[in-house]
């Protein structure tokens, strides 16, 4: 499986916005038990990406994507708390 599942609120956020940028793949998002999970792929490339995140040696995100990237983020979390999803999916963005 070469993919990389995140449902952090600081780390999601940030893989998003590094895909807008072209540097690793969204591939979905899905809830389960109202925890809302992001997927991403390469695998390796988003370990990477959250590894220079934490010691802030990152690549350059813009902060308009990473802005569209938390409100994102934060939108699912919501829907799958007040849905309380009943089928386990969530709306795609």
Do not use: C
């Not at 998002?29 to 988003?46: G, L």
């Amino acid at each position: 499986m070469n993919e990389y599942i995140e449902k952090d609120k600081t780390n999601a956020p940030f893989l998003l916005a590094a895909s807008f940028a072209g540097l690793i793949k969204f591939v979905k998002s899905y809830s389960e038990n109202r925890i809302v999970y992001w997927q991403f792929t390469p695998k390796k490339e988003a370990q990477d990406l959250i590894d220079k995140f934490r010691t802030k040696t990152e690549p350059h995100i813009p902060a308009r994507d990473l802005f569209e990237a938390i409100e994102t983020f934060w939108k699912q979390v919501a829907q799958a708390r007040n849905e309380g999803n009943r089928n386990g999916n969530i709306e795609k963005y």
